[in-house]
């Protein structure tokens, strides 16, 4: 039995990334200084850092790899946030106006191409061709999903494999090249290496699955955005499709042609009642479907030796599986 929390062991890490974040976001522009700083400041748990440190704990290797690439991939998050704002046009994150809101929609564009910069940059002195290769693989995952965030907005129908893999690239990759680029930061052995990337990803998966119940069953005031701003602004996720597949099987089709005729400018009593179909009948199925990636990624950190580093892992798996917000 461990002695302290994971956020109590990783607490002086953390502060080091969070102290070269501040430095990395300034540039010789006033305006993107204040964009990126507008982001830094909005909040954020640093999941990725984490899964960064504590893989990397798993062997002992170089620790200033470990932090450089705990920063670069926080980089990377915020600037698929304010990318990912801008083409929603959505007006809030996690409370806060979002950066297109609070500057404008060319400042957004060019902070977030700023921080993938900054990000490229940062790591640009770690010598290891595979690093990199995983490295940019990872970038392009995540501008691969940008794009189908916009091309699917309103399109319906979505099919089951293009829901995961759109949040596989949404959210999924990141986690998952957390946990990879942090074993290979340390030169953890490949099986260790293999089963924390797969932990990675399965947790990256559940994680965002149920960010998307959420974005239907909690408040804006804990969500920090509207309640079902994912249909909003017209991204179909997985509750919505459970529950067109629920009422389908009644052979009651007015939930699914809603969606088919669902337009920005449509009725607020349409997308009222989408979300409480949704509510009713879309919540249980995505809450199996999370859990059973959820188990997978139990699964695979069970076949890491034990140790206090698992101990956390396993701390950190726990409480992203029943979060509210």
Do not use: W
């Not at 954020?44 to 200033?64: I, Q, Y």
């Not at 691969?144 to 596989?168: K, S, V």
């Not at 959420?214 to 309640?227: N, R």
């Not at 088919?260 to 995505?286: C, N, P, T, W």
Request: proline share 2%; with cysteine.
């Amino acid at each position: 039995m461990i002695a302290v929390s994971y956020k109590a062991f990783l607490q002086p890490y953390i502060y080091e990334v969070e102290q070269r974040l501040q430095t990395l976001i300034q540039s010789e522009s006033t305006v993107i200084t204040n964009a990126s700083m507008h982001i830094l400041n909005s909040g954020g748990k640093r999941v990725r850092p984490m899964f960064v440190l504590l893989s990397g704990f798993l062997a002992k290797g170089e620790k200033e790899h470990l932090i450089r690439t705990a920063v670069s991939l926080e980089l990377i998050h915020m600037a698929s946030l304010v990318h990912d704002d801008y083409i929603d046009n959505s007006d809030k994150r996690r409370g806060n106006t979002s950066v297109h809101m609070a500057f404008n929609k060319d400042t957004a564009i060019r902070t977030g191409h700023f921080l993938l910069a900054r990000a490229l940059e940062n790591i640009a002195e770690i010598n290891d061709s595979q690093y990199h290769q995983i490295f940019s693989k990872t970038i392009l995952e995540v501008c691969f999903g940008e794009f189908d965030q916009m091309a699917d907005r309103f399109n319906y129908p979505i099919t089951f494999t293009e829901y995961l893999r759109r949040i596989n690239r949404k959210t999924a990759i990141l986690i998952e090249a957390s946990c990879h680029l942090g074993a290979v930061s340390t030169n953890l052995d490949s099986y260790t290496t293999y089963h924390v990337k797969q932990f990675g990803h399965c947790i990256g998966m559940s994680y965002q699955i149920i960010d998307d119940i959420l974005d239907y069953t909690s408040d804006e005031v804990t969500l920090g955005k509207p309640v079902g701003s994912d249909i909003r602004n017209g991204h179909v996720t997985y509750p919505l499709i459970a529950a067109i597949d629920v009422l389908n099987q009644h052979e009651d089709y007015r939930l699914e042609q809603s969606v088919m005729e669902l337009q920005q400018s449509s009725d607020e009593a349409v997308f009222d009642y989408i979300i409480e179909q949704v509510k009713r009948y879309g919540v249980h199925s995505s809450e199996v479907l999370s859990r059973k990636y959820g188990d997978k990624a139990k699964f695979h950190l069970d076949q890491l030796p034990d140790s206090n580093i698992k101990s956390y892992l396993i701390q950190i798996h726990e409480k992203m599986l029943k979060r509210i917000y």
